[in-house]
């Protein structure tokens, strides 16, 4: 091998969190801690031949509308790639994010949501499930990854869920164009409720960022009916400092009655206060008759 690499990262974020839809629940206050610390180690080498190797480890601790999860760890993601005048390839093995999972489907905010920890994540363009890297080791089982890109273009394809488990296969198409990046990906899964389609459309207006986002998500009402969404949002840099994220959403269960019919709307406020640290406020009115607001700090290592 003729070249190697180990990188130490990682983050921790804390904040305090309302959730109006703990106010019924015994023994569960509406006002919460929210927090999370992560390490994470990317190890890489190369070989004489140019090829690229990979792996990744995890450790992971986190608490939520005032319940701690226990510290959870993860080294079951490796990779290999190569590099050559026609494009470069890669190969992901074991705990993947998935093509569904690689496109543009979250907020660019922090949290790839609203506030410190997304809040429900009503952001996110698609509702159907989708692999994506778990720190606790429940994502992906047996999953494969295989990643080209060429320019502007980019192809990704993923499989999980061989070995008697629930079966995935998700591919999306990107392509940047003019400041703005188009995809279009889908999914088939062994559950009906876990097909999908997805695109999106993002870029920069020189004013602002923005985005757009619309996915089928079959038979994933209660009735068995397909339920459509539609998210747009607006990232506005008011200093050099700050940034404020805008979103609404707007989900229709082809007229079926359901808790999440209809739109919901955030904001999310980040601060750059100097040295990896960011102060993050957000809020959301979500379809589900619920409001939640966060606030707190983010911080790199």
């Not at 190697?4 to 206050?29: C, I, M, Q, S």
């Not at 949501?113 to 692999?131: K, L, N, P, W």
């Amino acid at each position: 091998m003729t070249a190697a690499d180990v990188t130490f990262g990682g983050l921790g974020r804390f904040g305090v969190d309302y959730n109006e839809a703990n106010k019924p629940k015994p023994d569960t206050n509406e006002v919460n801690l929210t927090s999370r610390l992560r390490l994470q180690v990317d190890m890489s080498a190369e070989s004489n031949a140019g090829v690229m190797f990979s792996a990744r480890f995890r450790a992971q601790a986190e608490e939520r509308d005032g319940n701690q999860k226990a510290a959870s760890w993860n080294s079951g993601h490796f990779g290999v790639g190569i590099n050559s005048t026609v494009g470069t390839v890669k190969l992901e093995f074991e705990n993947i994010s998935g093509a569904i999972d690689s496109m543009p489907i979250y907020l660019p905010t922090k949290s790839v949501a609203t506030g410190i920890d997304g809040m429900g994540f009503y952001s996110q363009v698609v509702r159907a499930g989708f692999d994506g890297y778990s720190s606790d080791g429940a994502g992906a089982n047996n999953g494969v990854n295989l990643k080209y890109s060429m320019g502007p273009l980019g192809v990704h394809v993923s499989h999980s869920g061989t070995g008697g488990n629930d079966e995935r296969t998700a591919a999306h198409v990107s392509y940047k164009i003019g400041g703005f990046t188009v995809a279009v990906g889908g999914q088939n899964g062994d559950k009906d409720n876990e097909d999908v389609t997805v695109a999106t459309l993002g870029g920069n207006l020189g004013f602002m960022e923005a985005g757009v986002g619309y996915s089928q998500n079959k038979n994933f009402a209660a009735n068995g009916d397909d339920v459509d969404k539609v998210r747009v949002y607006g990232k506005i840099t008011v200093s050099s400092a700050t940034n404020l994220v805008l979103w609404g959403a707007d989900e229709d269960p082809n007229g079926t009655n359901n808790a999440r019919d209809g739109g919901s709307f955030g904001i999310d406020l980040s601060h750059d206060l100097g040295g990896d640290v960011t102060f993050v406020a957000g809020f959301v009115d979500s379809n589900d008759d619920n409001q939640q607001a966060q606030a707190g700090v983010y911080f790199n290592f």
